[in-house]
């Protein structure tokens, strides 16, 4: 599966749209991006996937380069209780999840 | 609906101390991991099963042993526990991939290891 580069931390103002960036420049044409969070001291979160449209759900959406090369996460309107780590994967279709890793993620920072 | 659930929360072993480390999940789920994180480190699988009966080294296997005992439950054990293995150890599960391929993980809340 192919490797994902995301910041170390990012900060957000409550209430604006988090914008979280992730790159995949080597992603082939069968993997998925799926993106997990996880709340101080629990377990990761699933939160969206996509293989290369737009994609929205209750929770977030998902934006994804014409190249696929990288990608955004964003949560429309933040609120504290959105402070966690946000992890990026990229799995290959149809490939068992314990074959794909999760790296150190980014640490997004909601403040009033 | 519980999901995943993992016992115990928190232990303590001393140095060479046995342990085995529970998990069950109640979605018929036929996919279970094992995590490890370390401090402000990412998740690191340890041993996954795919379906009962089968189970395949992840990133890290050294020092543990996994029993996929039935479709619900998957056990870490740790034979002779050691202070680099203080960690919090994540259980997951999922289910087989939809009909274009996805398949998210459940976690459950993690057991908090500390190893003297």
């Known amino acids: 599966d192919a490797k994902t580069t995301q910041p170390t931390s990012m900060d957000c103002a409550e209430g604006r749209a988090a914008n979280l960036p992730c790159n995949h420049s080597?992603?082939?044409?069968?993997?998925?991006v799926y993106w997990y969070r996880q709340i101080h001291s629990q377990g990761p979160q699933y939160i969206i996937h996509?293989?290369?449209n737009n994609e929205t759900n209750e929770m977030a959406s998902l934006i994804i380069t014409e190249d696929r090369k990288s990608s955004t996460l964003i949560l429309p309107h933040a609120t504290l209780r959105d402070t966690a780590v946000y992890y990026c994967?990229?799995?290959?279709?149809?490939?068992?999840?314990?074959?794909?890793?999760f790296g150190d993620g980014t640490t997004l920072t909601v403040k009033p | 609906n519980a999901g995943v659930t993992q016992t115990p929360k928190f232990q303590v072993l001393k140095t060479g101390q046995s342990m085995t480390l529970q998990c069950a999940q109640d979605?018929?789920?036929?996919?279970m991991y094992w995590y490890r994180q370390d401090p402000g480190m990412g998740l690191r699988l340890i041993y996954y099963s795919a379906s009962e009966g089968t189970t395949d080294k992840g990133e890290v296997p050294n020092g543990y042993n996994v029993s996929r005992l039935n479709k619900r439950e998957f056990s870490l054990r740790l034979e002779s526990a050691a202070p680099s293995q203080t960690s919090v150890y994540f259980c997951?599960?999922?289910?087989?991939?939809?009909?274009?391929?996805?398949?998210?993980?459940?976690f459950g809340d993690g057991t908090r290891l500390s190893i003297l």
């Open positions: 996509g293989l290369k």
């Open positions: 997951a599960s999922s289910d087989e991939p939809d009909s274009l391929g996805n398949q998210p993980q459940h």
């Open positions: 080597t992603i082939s044409g069968n993997e998925y």
């Open positions: 979605m018929n789920h036929n996919s």
């Open positions: 994967i990229v799995r290959r279709y149809n490939t068992n999840a314990g074959k794909s890793t």
